[in-house]
């Protein structure tokens, strides 16, 4: 199984400023084989970003995803109010599915 | 716009079934398009992805649970259900209902229920 490990555990920021979130993979599934979901207390989860870097639908282009392999980042280029939430990370390139623990980015 | 909504016991008791069922509106599960999947989140940690039917029935389960789910779908009320055996207190979690496009390569999840916290308690 593919363990993820994201980082940091919590950003502490500002509106306004850039968010970069890290997610490792244990090992390599499948290159681009990747998600970021956004996650807030008491709603659904958000499907923010597949295959690594491709917006989901109605997703702001503030958001972005990158990486291949076993590095993957999703960046918030200016956070807004309503970007303050959990950020998960999902590989689905080999079974089973497996999520990040989750980097949580509260407001500084 | 697809909704996934969860119902079923909030409070289980040790070694008897976590029944519970996602009903889907917005959309028909009977699409050749989506595979209906269950995810479960322990009180402050990650997700659990624990398995998904398609609508004919087919199903695939995470290999840690799979002596004791069970998945199944009802076409005829646009709902899908997932059955624990065997619960412990290590089963208590917040269960989520969600959908995965059915193309080349997914297995990404585009939309998911609210999730309903059940307890494993006697």
């Known amino acids: 199984e593919i363990v993820l490990t994201q980082s940091p555990g919590t950003l502490s920021l500002s509106p306004g400023e850039r968010a970069t979130l890290s997610c490792r993979a244990s090992q390599s599934a499948s290159s681009t084989y990747l998600a970021w979901y956004q996650h807030k207390p008491g709603q659904a989860p958000r499907l923010l970003i597949y295959d690594a870097s491709n917006r989901a639908t109605g997703i702001p282009d503030r958001f972005s995803g990158s990486g291949s392999g076993t590095d993957f980042t999703l960046t918030i280029s200016r956070l807004e109010p309503e970007d303050f939430a959990v950020y998960y990370c999902?590989?689905?390139?080999?079974?089973?599915?497996?999520f990040g623990q989750g980097t949580k980015v509260e407001i500084k | 716009q697809v909704q996934l909504q969860e119902s079923g016991p909030r409070l289980v008791k040790p070694s008897q079934t976590l029944s519970l069922s996602c009903t889907v509106s917005?959309?028909?599960?009977?699409?050749?398009?989506?595979?209906w999947n269950w995810i479960r989140q322990h009180p402050g940690k990650g997700l659990e992805w624990i398995g998904y039917?398609?609508?004919?029935?087919?199903?695939y389960y995470n290999p840690s649970l799979k002596s004791r789910v069970t998945i199944s779908v009802d076409t005829s009320k646009n709902q899908f259900s997932l059955k624990l055996s065997s619960v412990t207190a290590a089963d208590t979690a917040i269960y989520f209902c969600?959908?995965?496009?059915?193309?080349?390569?997914?297995?990404?999840?585009?939309?998911w229920g609210q999730g309903t916290l059940v307890t494993v308690s006697s």
């Open positions: 999902q590989q689905y390139g080999s079974s089973p599915w497996t």
């Open positions: 039917i398609y609508y004919t029935g087919s199903t």
């Open positions: 917005g959309g028909s599960i009977s699409s050749n398009n989506y595979y």
């Open positions: 969600a959908r995965e496009p059915n193309v080349a390569g997914a297995g990404f999840f585009d939309y």
